[in-house]
């Protein structure tokens, strides 16, 4: 069996990196990557720039992004314009966008990964908490993917990758506003996918499972025992890394996924065929849905 590919849990890049794909699958590309500046958006725009791609990462934090693309920059050679945009404000998006395009004259790539999460039982989550988790999500997606369609890709294609989850596939405890926010996601991706296909767009979603090294992971309990132990019962008894989800993420942007869209390719190591879900993951998780 494959081992996973080296990851470092930080955002930061690297130390080094093997080529497993032709290092220059995406040359002279640019991605326009939400949520860029950390976890796993940050890795994926450091995979893509080895790959040859110049990015934008732009996320609410100018600071956080602005630290991150002077790292990208200087571990990989490759150009990374940081801008600040909320994926709730439609105005925010398209100045950013029409930076981009100044910046770079084209996007060729859309990486929704901008998200927002938290643990909370379904029996307190008030209607703004779930209203927020859906705009950020699941509109945010919408917001970003449509003025980039309006601004670029109509004219002249282009792929967009959702990042999404398996959460609403069996549905999981304290999950709810998450879980129908990415399944609303993946709805979209098919219908995107049809809609703007003719256009030479291809859209799909990839699902990552728990990944070490995230905010993400560590809003849904991080290394505590009792999740520890049923990661441990997934079928590949491990964490995926950020690095294996970037690489997933390369795939489904480059020209080897030509003939993809509509697709929710899940990256999970199996985790969401076997992964308990009872009322005794409420009673171990209970205490992280404390707000944060
Ligand atoms: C219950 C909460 C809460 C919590 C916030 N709220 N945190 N409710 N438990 N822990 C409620 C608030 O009380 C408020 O409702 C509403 O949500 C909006 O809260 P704000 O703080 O005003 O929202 P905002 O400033 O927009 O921040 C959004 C956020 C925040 C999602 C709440 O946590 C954030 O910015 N997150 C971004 C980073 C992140 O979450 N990364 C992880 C992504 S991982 P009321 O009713 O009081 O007004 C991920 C994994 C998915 O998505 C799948 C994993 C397998
Ligand atoms: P993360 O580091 O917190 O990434 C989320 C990013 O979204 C942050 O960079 C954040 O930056 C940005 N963001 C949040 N709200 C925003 C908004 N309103 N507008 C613009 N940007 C916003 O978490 P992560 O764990 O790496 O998650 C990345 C993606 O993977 C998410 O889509 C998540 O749902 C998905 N995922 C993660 C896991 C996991 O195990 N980690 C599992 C399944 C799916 P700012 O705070 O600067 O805005």
Avoid at 54 to 78: D, E, N
Wanted: net charge positive; aromatic share 6%; charged share 15%.
């Amino acid at each position: 069996m494959a081992q996973p590919p080296p990851d470092v849990r930080e955002d930061d890049c690297l130390p080094e990196y093997h080529h497993l794909f032709c290092p220059d699958l995406l040359q002279d590309k640019v991605a326009f990557i939400t949520g860029g500046g950390s976890g796993i958006g940050f890795r994926i725009a450091e995979i893509f720039m080895r790959h040859g791609c110049y990015t934008v990462i732009a996320s609410r934090s100018l600071p956080r992004v602005s630290m991150a693309a002077r790292k990208l920059a200087a571990a990989t050679g490759q150009r990374c314009l940081p801008l600040s945009l909320d994926v709730r404000s439609p105005l925010a998006i398209t100045a950013a966008v029409e930076q981009a395009l100044k910046e770079f004259g084209k996007i060729d790539i859309l990486i929704n990964c901008a998200a927002g999460n938290f643990l909370c039982p379904a029996g307190t989550l008030s209607s703004n908490a779930f209203k927020t988790v859906m705009d950020i999500d699941t509109l945010g997606t919408f917001n970003v993917s449509r003025i980039l369609y309006e601004k670029f890709f109509r004219d002249h294609g282009g792929v967009i990758v959702n990042i999404t989850a398996t959460l609403g596939t069996r549905g999981q405890v304290l999950q709810v506003h998450a879980g129908s926010a990415k399944a609303a996601v993946d709805a979209m991706t098919r219908h995107l996918a049809v809609e703007w296909g003719p256009q030479n767009i291809r859209v799909n979603s990839l699902a990552p499972g728990l990944i070490s090294g995230t905010e993400g992971f560590q809003r849904l309990g991080g290394l505590q025992a009792g999740l520890n132990a049923k990661v441990l019962a997934s079928p590949l008894k491990r964490l995926g890394n950020k690095t294996e989800i970037a690489h997933s993420a390369l795939f489904l942007a480059s020209p080897l996924a030509s003939y993809m869209t509509g697709a929710v390719l899940v990256v999970d190591g199996g985790s969401w065929l076997t992964f308990p879900n009872d009322v005794g993951l409420l009673a171990d998780l209970t205490s992280f849905s404390a707000k944060l």
